[in-house]
T-cell receptor
Framework: SQQGEEDPQALSIQEGENATMNCSYK?????LQWYRQNSGRGLVHLIL?????REKHSGRLRVTLDTSKKSSSLLITASRAADTASYFC?????????FGTGTRLQVFP | KAGVTQTPRYLIKTRGQQVTLSCSPI?????VSWYQQTPGQGLQFLFE???????NKGNFPGRFSGRQFSNSRSEMNVSTLELGDSALYLC????????????FGSGTQLSVL
């Protein structure tokens, strides 16, 4: 079974709006990562947050982590059409990277 | 620096055949992992190699195997193909197994007819 579940499964917004995706996981973690995947292509690493961190920023990305609730969120601010992609959270229990189900983000110009 | 290269990009096979997929990691990266992505099961870990040794394995049948060469290039093999093996197979590399950030190739899209 998958370690992470993401919500929502799909999200459609207009350019300039913010997009928020949530990820829940099941076991304790050392870190949580977010990856982006453009249609049918490989994944691109976006950001990593460690278990002792609560929030991290990278450009227009903001990630939060709540280990007590076993959840994380990814916020993309001022979205662009180029942000259209699927976004996955990933955790690493026992050195096997386990991905969530993904959120499909569609940003309309 | 060139990224992770996977060949071929697309592959069509029939049930019962076997297939070999190739992955060349980023220069200097010695750890290679393989993942299977399907619409139903999502992204699932297959195995990880470092220094020509399999370090970790996911929950896949023995029909799925892999190896890594001394130049860190890796291959995965699937024997006796089944319809359910149709998937995007992704290879990822990192400098060392303990490096958390993975660099992915574009994948091989395998269709089993």
């Amino acid at each position: 079974s998958q370690q992470g579940e993401e919500d929502p499964q799909a999200l459609s917004i207009q350019e300039g709006e913010n997009a928020t995706m949530n990820c829940s996981y099941k076991t304790s973690i050392n870190n949580l990562q977010w990856y982006r995947q453009n249609s049918g292509r490989g994944l691109v690493h976006l950001i990593l947050i460690r278990s002792n961190e609560r929030e991290k920023h990278s450009g227009r990305l903001r990630v939060t982590l709540d280990t007590s609730k076993k959840s994380s969120s990814l916020l993309i601010t001022a979205s662009r059409a180029a942000d259209t992609a699927s976004y996955f959270c990933a955790t690493d229990p026992a050195r096997k990277l386990i991905f969530g189900t993904g959120t499909r983000l569609q940003v309309f110009p | 620096k060139a990224g992770v290269t996977q060949t071929p990009r697309y592959l069509i096979k029939t049930r019962g055949q076997q297939v070999t997929l190739s992955c060349s990691p980023i220069s200097g990266h010695r750890s290679v992992s393989w993942y299977q992505q399907t619409p139903g099961q999502g992204l699932q870990f297959l195995f990880e190699y470092f220094s020509e040794t399999q370090r970790n394995k996911g929950n896949f049948p023995g029909r799925f195997s892999g190896r890594q060469f001394s130049n860190s290039r890796s291959e995965m093999n699937v024997s006796t193909l089944e319809l359910g093996d149709s998937a995007l197979y992704l290879c990822a590399s990192s400098p060392r197994p303990q490096d958390e950030k993975l660099f992915f190739g574009s994948g091989t899209q395998l269709s089993v007819l």
